[in-house]
Each structure stands twice: as C-alpha cells, then as structure tokens.
C-alpha cells in the first residue's frame, strides 16, 4: 500500500497539502457506503482502462461539423458548433456519464460561410485566394468587383494619403510583436475602406506561406479584416506594383456574419460521487478555427478520454466528477477587449454561480497532443503551486515525450477559459501551452491539423488527469496555500518606487508576514486533515472517513471562501490582459513616467518616447494610429457595461491618457532646441496621479490583506 506507479500512493500519505469541496449546507453524504477499492489498484486499474486511441478517434471525429467548407471553423453559436455540442453530449451518455446537462446562455453569433478573392496576377493568369476572416458582417450577397490597394500596415501614416474609400485594403501585421488586427480595421474603416485584408508577415502563422491565420476580432462589426497568405499576397502584391497606379479590381465573393444576442450551450455530464455536492470540474472548449485538431478539438478528447477511462476502470469516486464542453471560448461578445472565454465565463459566473464553493478544482485543457516543450508544464493559481509540485513528481512518464518531467508555474493567464473559472472563486489550472513555438508556427492556422498529433503526449496527460482527478478526490479540504501568492505579492513591491511615490511599502510588507504565518499554521491543518482522511480511505475505514470528511466542512468552506475574496481582491490585469497585483499597476507607471521625465529633462526625447512612454497603460498605440481610433479602444475597457467586459470587468486599475504628449514629442524629436514644456507639465501631472493612484491601491490591499488574515484566522 505504499507504493504505486512512482510512489504515489506514499506522495499522497505525505504530500498533501488542503484539498475538496462543498459549502457548509451540502455535506450529506450517502448513507449507502460502498467498500474502498485498493487505492492503488483503483490507480492502476485506470492507467491500464484509459485509451488514447478512443481519445484520438473522438478527436478526429469533431471535424464532422463545419461553418466554412473549404476551412473548417466551428464559430459561437453557429449551426457547426450547436450540432458539435450535440455529438458531444451524446458521447458523454454513450461512454456512461450521467445527468448529461445542456447549459444554455446568449453571445453574439458568428458564422463565416467564404470568403474567395479571384484577381489577375501579373503574367494576365486569373488566381483565386481563398481568405481566412474575423469576427465582422460582410456580406457580399455573390461575387462583387472591388477596388484594392496595399496600405502598407495600415497605420495613421500609410494610410494618410491613400484613396481606400470603398476599396478593400491589403496590409502587414504582425499581431505578437505589434499590434491586434482591431487598430489597423477601424483605421481603414474610418478611412471609409470596405475591409481589411491581413497578411502575417510574422508573429503567428510562422510555419509555411501557406498559412492563413484567424484570431479573435476585438473591436465592432462593421470594422471588416479578412486573413491571408503570403503566397497569395505575394502575387497579389505584384499585380498592384505592375498596375497602373497602384490599384486594381478584384472580385470578392464573401459571407461572414454576425448576430446579437443570440443563443449556445455548453454541456456537462458528471460521475456521481458519494457527496454529490462537491465538485471536481473537468473542461475543454469545442468551438474551434481551422480544422482545430489541438484548439480544442484533442482538449475535448483529452477530457472526454479521461471521463471513459475513469468510467471503464470501475472508479467509484468520494465527490462528484464533472466534465464540462464548453463553446464560445475563442470568441462570442462583440465589440470587446475582452471577448473570447465566453462560454466559461457564462458558465460559471451566470449559469452555475452556485459551483462556486462547492467545487475543489477545475482542470481545464488545451492543446494536449502535442509536445511543445520537452518539460511539460501545469499553469495554476497561486494557491494550487505546491500541491501540483509534489503530485508532479509522482506522474509515471511516458517514453518518448517530456523528459525533463513536469513543471507547475503560477498565476493563471487569461488566454484560456480556466482564468474564468479562477476569479469565479474556482481553484483553477491547465495544461500549458503559451511558451511553446506551436504559437508561432501552427496556432490557429490551417496547419493546426492531424500532422500534429503526438500520441505520445497525449498518453501522457490522459495519465497526468486521470490520477490528478483522483487525487483530489481523496481529499476532504482544498489543497490551497495562500504562502504562494503572499510571498510573490511581497516580491514584487519596489521599495525604491514606494518611496519616489512618498508611500511607505512597510506596513503592507508586514501585513503580508503575518498573514504568511497564518497561513502555514492553516496549512499544517489541513494538511492533518487530509492525511488522516486519505489513511482512513487507504484502510478502508468508511466511518471514519466519512466522518473526518463531515467535520471538515466549515473548513474547506472557509478556504474556498478565502480564495475567492483573494481572487476579487488581488488580480488585475495590464492593459496587455497580463495578471498583476493591484499596487502593481501605479507602480509601473510611476517606474516609466519618471524615467521618461528623467530623459527629457535631459533634453534626450528620443529614449522617453523609444524607450518608457509606450509601456504606460495603452499608449503603445498612440504612436501608429489616430486619435479617434486610439480612444475608441480605450472607452470601450473604461465605459463598457459589465455584460461587455465579462472576466475583464473591474480588473483594469486606471487609465493615462499620453495620445497627445507623445505625438507632440515624436513632431518636436528631430528639431533642435524644440520646447518641450507643455509636455513635460502634462507628463508631471500624470506622474502625481499615479503617486496617488499608488497610495490608494496600496491603502486598499493593506485593508484587504488584513481581512484575509481574519478569514485565515478563523480557521486555524
């Protein structure tokens, strides 16, 4: 008994730190007691029942349904996603899940039929490009003629003295490194352009001039942008050099259309455990561009292999197993920054609010069968770190795929749906792709397909969640420790940046020490807690177990309580969506408004403007695009409705405005002796109210690290 596969089964008698589930009011408990199978045998018992070829089957199989029929695309709330979600549903009753549950919520709908441009290339040969698209109405009911020119990167400047009234413009952009295709479409569109056509010269779609690459739109509607390949611009571009004055006419046959306010659904069906009120959530996303084959398509496989192997091996769990499809994730709110996750955040936040506290984890995937790095990573929540790291160690490894093991890092990003299930007050995780070249080369492209598939990746994490699903569920608290954040929150205060700000950085340091005390002690609780459980478990003492898990309630409840006021309270995000600390955000902008002032004092405009001023806020897009489209996509975070702004509402802490100081300094950079004083003063003016900014987020988390303490307290 103290040993299996690695040593799990001794990392679970020692290794635990907190770990499970439902509120105070839900802890009955089945008085039917079925006997404990060997723990280890129910561990082997899966690794021998999951298969990774039904996984991949199932994964092939989501290509059945498409929008656009030379692409693939599965968009929100299309007939391709709502007849996929369907299929799903069916296979979860069929592999043996029960309550199979279809989950209803409004987004806006996206389906994008075509989008072919034929033109004359320039040896007189007709060509045909067959586009991506972006979340926008266009409609040109049949092939339409149509002016085109190249408009550069569809800057301010490149399009300054260019005619696009009514033409289709074809630009640059290179969305990793400069800027999101939303800036360049309402440039032209304000231009009076009829779209955008976009051409990665870098940044995604790496892998082959072939490639078309498709993202989410993050601006309105009416701002059409269509995608497409180097080969094709290539040619396209020579026809325009060689025409008469830069301009020809095409023929664009295009559909892609929008709707308000229409209606998907996210599905769910469980493995009903001895409390069904405590929850271990299992997700993956089923809309998809491209074919899709990684994002999600094997995400969906993935989850879907691990509810059958869980199923197949005869695993009787302690809570409820939920394994949860979800749609919209890659785009489904209109006019938004923050527009993709829409299903997760509808699920969590407006459908089932009432998982919140009842659920110990939620594990969701993304991208899982292939090997992006050769050591696989887990992203979690601080409070989730050290409890992954010591279950890492124990995960049997697969021959062939990561042989640098596995590694756990923190925070959450919020690239996928998990991020919504976090600040939900769910414990959350995923498997990691983010920093791999995939994102480069392959992400959603028409080359995210089958040629990428590694079994052996995908082997590894069916093992990887299926015991992780386990292992917490032989838990009776959530393995949470708050030391985690604490400490990274103390780490990133600038005693130097405090004290520039005459804010005194020391009480909230000292907050954070005591709380970090409380903490280990609530740790060295739970950590009792579930010891005795899994021993009890382990031993097959069903009264004792059932007992020790009835008397841990309030406390997992306390917990989970306190890792959701620690979500409300300490994440923010960058203008970027990057996740800080709430004092972080003055503190960057009085780091990169003295320095800035520092240079031009010096009379050395060239480094503020290079090198600090574009750091602040969003004022990297100050530099290439006019006012008004500057402003449009800053009033759209600041003025937006809460139903606009979804898992971005209230996390953004403030806003500078430089539009006008920088392009004041970029005119006044090549003149000699150029009066920069109006500049400065407005740049002064903006230092003190970050001053300020940073006292009152600093007051604020101080206030708010003291009422964790009290709720840690409690618990002790």
Same mark, same amino acid.
């Given at each position: 008994m103290n040993k299996f596969i690695g040593g799990l089964a001794f990392s679970m008698l020692i290794g635990m730190t907190l770990g499970a589930c439902a509120p105070k009011e839900s802890t009955d408990i089945k008085e039917e007691v079925v006997p404990e199978k060997d723990l280890v045998d129910a561990n082997e018992d899966y690794l021998s029942a999951v298969d990774v070829d039904y996984a991949f089957e199932f994964t092939k199989s989501l290509e059945e349904f498409k929008t656009n029929e030379k692409l693939g695309y599965r968009t929100a709330g299309s007939v391709a996603e709502l007849k996929t979600g369907e299929k799903i549903a069916e296979e979860m009753k069929k592999i043996g899940l029960t309550e199979v549950t279809k989950d209803e919520f409004t987004l806006d709908t996206w389906e994008f039929e075509k989008a072919d441009l034929t033109f004359v290339d320039e040896n007189g040969e007709e060509h045909l490009a067959v586009l991506g698209a972006y979340q926008v109405n266009f409609d040109t009911n049949g092939?339409?003629?149509?002016?085109?020119?190249?408009?550069?990167?569809?800057?301010a400047n490149d399009l300054a003295n260019l005619d696009v009234e009514g033409k289709l413009v074809l630009i640059d952009i290179n969305q990793r490194e400069e800027w999101w295709i939303n800036y360049p479409a309402y440039q032209a569109h304000l231009k009076g352009a009829a779209a955008v056509i976009a051409v990665q010269e870098a940044g995604y779609a790496e892998?082959?001039?072939?490639?078309?690459?498709?993202?989410?739109?993050?601006?309105?509607? /009416?701002?059409?942008?269509?995608?497409? $390949?180097?080969? /094709?611009?290539?040619?396209?571009?020579?026809?325009?050099?060689? @025409?008469?004055?830069?301009?020809?006419?095409?023929?664009?046959?295009?559909?892609?259309?929008?709707?308000?306010d229409g209606k998907s659904y996210n599905y769910y069906g469980k493995i009903i455990g001895k409390d069904p009120e405590s929850y271990i959530i299992l997700s993956a996303h089923y809309d998809s561009y491209f074919t899709g084959f990684q994002d999600d398509h094997a995400a969906i496989g993935l989850m879907m292999g691990v509810a059958k192997g869980l199923v197949d091996s005869g695993y009787q769990p302690e809570k409820t197993i939920i394994f949860n499809a979800l749609a919209a994730e890659e785009w489904g709110v209109s006019n938004s920054r923050y527009d993709w996750s829409t299903g997760a955040y509808n699920q969590i936040f407006n459908i089932h609010p009432e998982w919140v506290g009842k659920a110990f984890a939620n594990m969701n995937f993304e991208l899982p069968a292939y090997e992006h790095t050769t050591q696989d990573e887990i992203r979690s929540v601080y409070e989730l770190n050290n409890y992954l790291t010591k279950f890492a160690k124990t995960v049997p490894s697969v021959d062939g795929v990561?042989?640098?093991?596995?590694?756990?890092?923190?925070?959450?990003?919020?690239?996928?749906?998990?991020? @919504?299930?976090?600040?939900?007050?769910?414990?959350?995780?995923?498997?990691?792709?983010?920093?791999?070249?995939?994102?480069?080369?392959?992400?959603? $492209?028409?080359? /995210?397909?089958?040629?990428?598939?590694?079994?052996?990746?995908?082997?590894?994490?069916?093992?990887?969640?299926?015991?992780?699903?386990?292992?917490?569920?032989?838990?009776?608290?959530?393995?949470?420790?708050?030391?985690?954040?604490?400490?990274?929150?103390?780490?990133?205060?600038?005693?130097?940046?405090?004290?520039?700000?005459?804010?005194?950085?020391?009480?909230?340091?000292?907050?954070?020490?005591?709380?970090?005390?409380?903490?280990?002690?609530?740790?060295?609780?739970?950590?009792?807690?579930?010891?005795?459980?899994?021993?009890?478990?382990?031993?097959?003492?069903?009264?004792?177990?059932?007992k020790l898990y009835e008397d841990s309630r309030e406390l997992n409840s306390g917990l989970l309580s306190a890792f959701k006021y620690a979500e409300d309270q300490f994440v923010r995000l960058t203008w970027e969506d990057d996740q800080i600390f709430?004092?972080?955000?003055?503190?960057?902008?009085?780091?990169?408004?003295?320095?800035?002032?520092?240079?031009?004092?010096?009379?050395?405009?060239?480094?503020?403007? /290079?090198?600090?001023?574009?750091?602040?806020?969003?004022?990297?897009?100050?530099?290439?695009?006019?006012?008004?489209?500057?402003?449009?996509?800053?009033?759209?975070?600041?003025?937006?409705?809460?139903?606009?702004?979804?898992?971005?509402?209230?996390?953004?802490?403030?806003?500078?405005?430089?539009?006008d100081p920088i392009n004041a300094l970029i005119e006044k950079s090549g003149q000699e002796d150029a009066d920069i004083s109006a500049e400065l003063a407005t740049l002064n003016e903006a230092l003190e109210r970050q001053k300020a900014l940073l006292q009152k987020t600093t007051a604020e988390e101080i206030l708010a690290v003291q009422e964790l303490a009290k709720k840690l307290e409690a618990l002790k």
């Open positions: 092939a339409k003629e149509l002016e085109i020119v190249y408009g550069g990167k569809g800057t892998t082959d001039e072939d490639a078309l690459n498709a993202q989410d739109i993050c601006g309105p509607d /009416d701002a059409p942008a269509f995608s497409m $390949s180097q080969t /094709d611009a290539n040619q396209l571009k020579k026809a325009l050099e060689s @025409s008469e004055n830069g301009t020809m006419t095409v023929k664009f046959d295009a559909k892609s259309i929008v709707k308000m990561y042989k640098d093991g596995i590694s756990v890092v923190s925070p959450l990003r919020t690239w996928s749906d998990d991020f @919504s299930f976090g600040i939900a007050g769910v414990p959350a995780l995923r498997n990691d792709f983010q920093d791999s070249d995939f994102m480069r080369t392959h992400y959603h $492209s028409q080359f /995210d397909n089958e040629d990428t598939y590694n079994a052996d990746a995908l082997k590894f994490h069916l093992n990887l969640y299926g015991l992780l699903s386990m292992h917490y569920d032989q838990t009776a608290v959530v393995p949470l420790d708050f030391t985690t954040r604490l400490t990274e929150m103390k780490k990133v205060i600038d005693a130097d940046i405090f004290g520039q700000a005459e804010v005194s950085s020391d009480q909230l340091v000292a907050e954070i020490d005591k709380v970090i005390t409380l903490a280990e002690e609530v740790n060295a609780k739970v950590s009792k807690v579930n010891d005795n459980y899994l021993t009890a478990l382990t031993e097959e003492d069903t009264d004792k177990a059932k709430p004092h972080e955000h003055a503190q960057n902008n009085i780091t990169n408004l003295a320095l800035a002032i520092d240079a031009l004092n010096k009379g050395d405009i060239t480094t503020a403007i /290079d090198e600090y001023l574009w750091a602040i806020d969003n004022n990297w897009y100050a530099y290439d695009f006019e006012k008004e489209v500057f402003d449009y996509f800053t009033d759209y975070v600041l003025d937006a409705p809460k139903e606009k702004l979804m898992w971005g509402d209230g996390r953004i802490v403030g806003h500078e405005n430089l539009f």
